[in-house]
């Protein structure tokens, strides 16, 4: 083989290898994308959902959970709001579905009460809900939604929240990270 040829011989695996490369590149962005798409990665940033969620947990969130179904009892949703961080940045919350569309919901004497019903609630911090709220019917496409430290959490009850609408719902929490010891399924 002359140099010539070796000369070639050397263009054409280079090119194929920077093909091959590129292949690669863009398949991991088109994954990355579908990926993304699909699941949200969140750092929780409070205690408002102690004892289930604790400050600094990292979770992934299933973005698709809600297309063609809606929330249930009992999920753990995060959804976007009007508020900002400290830093600007639009604030998304995580809390857990109390009441559905068409549930009277009311908050008396540290209970919360759905349709006439006083609500068992083994996963709160302590046995106490504040804040007396009146009777709330949850309108069409919404949720009202409470946090599960209830001392500690700006949820349904406060007008900054006030009751979800089904499209600021970003998807419901799937499973735990991190911390390492609890990782898993969030109930």
């Known amino acids: 083989m002359n140099r010539m040829e070796w000369r070639e011989k050397k ?4 090119k194929k290898e920077l093909l091959e490369w590129g292949k690669v590149i863009v398949i991991s962005v088109i994954a990355a994308l579908i990926i993304t798409t699909f699941v949200k990665p969140t750092l929780v940033e409070g205690e408002s959902m102690y004892p289930t969620i604790g400050e600094h947990d990292y979770l992934i969130v299933n973005c698709l ?21 400290d830093e600007g940045k639009d604030k998304n919350l995580i809390k857990r579905v109390i009441g559905l569309p068409g549930d009277v919901i009311s908050v008396r004497e540290g209970k919360v009460i759905r349709n006439g019903q006083v609500l068992e609630e083994p996963y709160i911090n302590g046995d106490y809900t504040p804040g007396d709220v009146e009777e709330i019917t949850v309108s069409e496409h919404h949720v009202f939604v409470l946090g599960d430290n209830r001392p500690n959490s700006l949820d349904s009850r406060s007008e900054q929240v006030g009751l979800v609408d089904y499209e600021d719902i970003v998807g419901n929490v799937l499973v735990r990270l991190f911390p390492l010891d609890r990782i898993g399924g969030v109930k």
């Open 11 to 14: 263009k054409t695996n280079a």
């Open 65 to 85: 959970s809600y297309l063609g179904e809606s929330p249930q009892y009992g999920d753990i949703i995060v959804f976007e709001t009007q508020m900002k961080t």
